[in-house]
């Protein structure tokens, strides 16, 4: 769709809406309900929708790490190929080597033990983002471990947060929460919130979040002076899409991945650059009916990013 067609018709859209809910509440239309903390209150929407996540066999992710002798500092290709050349086939092969003994021992330590930050730092230093092995780590994470999450804001840099939407993964559904800002004075608190509820988590998975959600949540805690750990694993669908399809789409879009590869379309969206402005419509006419879109093009991005992983995950295991 060209983009001045999604402009056009994101602005029929709001004043479409705008119309009909008219004098309406919040509440009226959203089945959610006020939620409180230590730096104050906001809305919150829960939603599940059906949803598997395969468990694998790690072992092959293991072999794939340990065998792997670029992983060790010092290691390159030309002296991985001499190694090999000698019959070194994994890192057990070195633990008597003298110069990389003491890198082996952590490396095979973090893999038994399933250290995943370290791994993860430890695989980028040699691999692109989009690496099949970075896709694979996932898997030594557990599944109900997994946070999925995405923010609106109202620009690029040093805007509000108004909108968080989370995901998580529990007894074959998917378990989405909206904690929304009915107005700016809410910023603080669905932050919090969400702060709160990565405390339970162990790994986060995003579209584009490493660049854009996460830097941007953390800029806002330093706004309002938040402490909270968001130097966790961090899963990005969108790296990994553009390592599994380099030439079978015409971009990465997340919406380009849902027409090529996830075979859907949304109807009624609100594209991403109208977003903020049907959010100011909404604060400063009243009108719940502008978020309506907003709320639901949330959901559907974290439904996508679940969906690209799952498809991503499948196909990485063949490779591996």
């Known amino acids: 769709m060209e983009p001045d067609t999604n402009i056009y018709r994101s602005e029929r859209l709001k004043w479409k809406l705008i119309s009909k809910h008219k004098g309406d509440q919040l509440e009226e239309i959203f089945h959610g309900s006020v939620k409180e903390n230590t730096v104050g209150k906001f809305y919150e929407l829960s939603d599940e929708m059906d949803f598997t996540l395969d468990t694998k066999d790690c072992k092959s992710v293991e072999k794939a790490l340990l065998s792997d002798l670029k992983l060790v500092p010092g ?16 890192h057990h092969g070195l633990i008597d080597n003298d110069r990389f003994c003491e890198h082996v021992k952590e490396i095979i330590d973090e893999v038994e033990c399933r250290e ?8 980028e230093k040699c691999y692109p983002l989009n690496h099949p092995l970075n896709q694979k780590l996932v898997e030594f994470a557990d599944k109900d471990d997994l946070l999925f999450f995405d923010i609106e804001t109202l620009g690029l840099r040093y805007c509000p947060v108004f ?6 993964y529990s007894d074959g559904s998917l378990r989405i929460k909206q904690l929304l800002a009915r107005d700016l004075r809410e910023e603080k608190a669905i932050i919090r919130e969400f702060l709160n509820i990565a405390e339970g988590f162990g790994s986060f998975v995003s579209f584009n979040g490493r660049s854009f959600d996460s830097r941007f949540i953390s800029e806002r805690m330093k706004n309002y002076g938040l402490e909270g750990d968001l130097n966790k694993p961090h899963f990005d669908v969108l790296h990994f899409s553009r390592g599994r399809w380099k030439k079978d789409i015409p971009n990465h879009k997340l919406e380009t991945l ?4 996830l075979k859907k379309e949304r109807e009624n969206d609100v594209s991403s650059a109208m977003v903020p402005q049907f959010y100011k419509i909404y604060l400063k006419k009243g009108n719940p009916g502008p978020l309506i879109p907003i709320l639901e093009h949330n959901k559907e991005d974290i439904i996508s990013t679940a969906q690209l992983l799952k498809k991503i995950d499948e196909d990485v295991t063949q490779i591996i």
């Open 163 to 168: 909108l968080i939407g989370i995901g998580s």
């Open 258 to 261: 849902e027409k090529h590869v």
């Open 75 to 90: 290691i390159g290709n030309k002296t991985e190929e001499k190694l090999k050349n000698k019959g070194i086939r994994d």
């Open 116 to 123: 995943l930050k370290r791994l993860q730092k430890r695989v």
